[in-house]
């Protein structure tokens, strides 16, 4: 196992373009990777339920989900990372006396805090997902591993400073990711490739956001899209083509893991 290679992707933005699509170059390239013998995973702040059936179209069972909080080697949990209960509801009151809501993910679903929010239907609409079902204490009675706040940037600033055991990673305009302090990407793949026993070099990543950072540095190989935010590019080993001009099969090609 120790020579096996392992590749993990991102989604917004890597596997998928802008308009949400695989293209069809990705979904090949996917499959000639597993035909080589390298192993495919996928990593994303996303949570499992919001990328089930790209996980079923590629064939693909194992993930680090929720930005490394929860962590899956061939349908098997292998790692769980939830956010504390009482800190989150101080959060939550917190956001609600400044009118910002929340929406609450666990492994199955999520809620929001609010009945009706324009910030939560603008930034979910860009996911293609709709404004999440209302329930105001679902992290009370279940495990959370990723909360979103809905507020602009400079609104954010009063919860960084308050809740130093959570991390806030910014991933749209009026949102913003909850996660637990010192969980990424980079933890979750951590816990894989342990379970796995690859060795550090052999383990590739493809990215493009700032969630993505942490990841890229961690691994043998870290690849960022052409489609990156500049920060991005700037630590990665390599920047492949933009996700609309076959920029996956391009970089498994310049990095000889296909030919």
């Known amino acids: ?48 339920f919001m990328f089930k059936e790209l996980r079923e179209s590629l064939g693909i069972d194992s993930f680090v989900s929720f930005n490394g909080q929860y962590v899956v080697f061939e349908g098997e949990v292998i790692y769980e990372n939830p956010l504390d209960k009482e800190r989150l509801h101080s959060l939550k009151e917190a956001a ?23 910030h939560i239907h603008v930034s979910m609409g860009s996911l293609k997902f709709t404004h999440p079902e209302f329930d105001e204490y679902y992290y009370q009675h279940q495990n959370i591993y ?50 796995v026993g690859v060795r550090r070099e052999n383990v590739y990543a493809f990215g493009d956001g700032l969630n993505d950072i942490e990841m890229l540095q961690f691994v043998g190989t870290g690849v960022a899209m052409g489609n990156a935010k500049e920060e991005v590019k700037q630590i990665a080993d390599f920047v492949t083509k933009p996700v609309d001009e076959d920029g996956i099969l391009f970089g498994l090609k310049k990095l000889g893991l296909l030919k």
């Open 1 to 48: 196992m120790m020579d096996k290679k392992i590749v993990f992707f991102d989604i917004d933005g890597t596997l998928l373009d802008h308009d949400k699509e695989l293209p069809a170059s990705t979904a090949a390239a996917i499959q000639a990777l597993k035909q080589e013998g390298i192993y495919v995973a996928i990593a994303t702040g996303r949570a499992p």
């Open 96 to 118: 609600h006396a400044n009118e910002h809501p929340l929406v609450f993910m666990d492994a199955e679903t999520m809620k929001a805090s609010v009945e009706n929010h324009p």
């Open 146 to 195: 990723q909360a979103l706040l809905f507020c602009k940037p400079e609104e954010e600033e009063l919860y960084v400073r308050t809740y130093k055991e959570f991390r806030f990673v910014r991933w749209h305009a009026v949102s913003t990711d909850v996660l637990p302090s010192g969980g990424s990407k980079a933890e979750g793949i951590k816990k894989m490739i342990e379970r």
